[in-house]
């Protein structure tokens, strides 16, 4: 009896991501995993900051299923990164420019202008286009309003707009709705976001 007891922790634990899927996580996937960081921060001291932060987190932190360590790990990240723009006793920004040489000049323009957003629109442009988190998660992550996080995704989509014409067609749209779910404004700025995500995702487009 004891023994299948043993036996079957044993089974239900290595299902369980470890330090050491972290570990291979983080570095497996160190470009687009600091990306988000810089993307969020828009300096690279608290880049770095959030990054290695989200390492430790993520394997202190309550067990996860294997096949969701990757996920969790961005949520950590996110977590970390809102911990430190928004913290009441530091709310002085120092951005910084985004340097990759190797990399395609129009994304950096569009990550430039995402970095220029004001905080909460830069959050929620992150948080629910790229990570494709719904209004109602932005809204208990980032302690505001959903009407709040609707209106940062239309002002940050409209300054995206501003520096690069393929993001017109989803400020249309979400002006024209004011809201939608997360199905419908994934299939709204899917072709505006290509080659961003491509960059995010640290691969090349397809």
Not at 65 to 74: I, L, V
Not at 92 to 108: K, T
Not at 131 to 141: A, K, T
Not at 180 to 194: M, N, P, Y
């Amino acid at each position: 009896m004891f023994g299948f007891r043993k036996s079957r922790n044993a089974e239900l634990n290595s299902q369980y991501a470890t330090r050491a899927d972290y570990c291979r996580i983080f570095q497996q996937e160190m470009r687009p995993l600091y990306l988000l960081s810089f993307l969020l921060t828009a300096n690279h001291a608290r880049a770095e900051q959030c990054y290695v932060e989200g390492m430790e987190n993520a394997a202190k932190g309550s067990p996860v299923f294997k096949e969701w360590a990757r996920s969790w790990s961005k949520r950590t990240v996110i977590q970390n990164a809102i911990r430190l723009v928004f913290s009441e006793s530091d709310q002085s920004e120092v951005r910084d420019a985004w340097h990759d040489p190797l990399g395609e000049p129009r994304v950096s323009s569009v990550i430039d202008v995402v970095t220029r957003l004001a905080p909460l629109e830069r959050f929620v442009f992150v948080m629910s286009v790229l990570e494709r988190y719904s209004d109602r998660e932005c809204s208990v992550l980032l302690n505001c309003m959903v009407k709040d996080v609707i209106d940062a995704r239309l002002q940050a989509l409209r300054a995206l707009a501003g520096v690069d014409p393929v993001f017109s067609d989803a400020v249309e749209s979400q002006s024209e709705t004011q809201s939608g779910g997360r199905t419908d404004r994934a299939r709204s700025t899917k072709s505006a976001l290509s080659m961003l995500s491509a960059a995010y995702a640290g691969r090349e487009d397809e």
